[in-house]
């Protein structure tokens, strides 16, 4: 794994350069900069839907822990 290191760290800047030296990528940092005040807001509601998710695929898996007792 160590053989790795120093091509993906290099892949990675290199990618970074790339995104800073051409015109579309300035663009796409620019956006992303103006949008940042967004984020909390975004996250948080994502963070809602996300728990709501787990809390009924928890329900669901209650309901069939509560079948295979009876099963028994």
Not at 26 to 46: D, I, T
């Amino acid at each position: 794994m160590r053989k790795w290191y120093i091509p993906v760290t290099l892949l990675g800047l290199g990618g970074l350069g790339v995104l800073v030296m051409t015109e579309r990528g300035r663009a796409g940092l620019r956006r992303a900069y103006q949008n940042l005040h967004r984020a909390p807001v975004s996250l948080r509601e994502w963070n809602e839907a996300a728990q709501r998710e787990l809390e009924r695929i928890q329900t669901a898996l209650n309901r069939v822990a509560q079948s295979l007792e009876a099963a028994r």
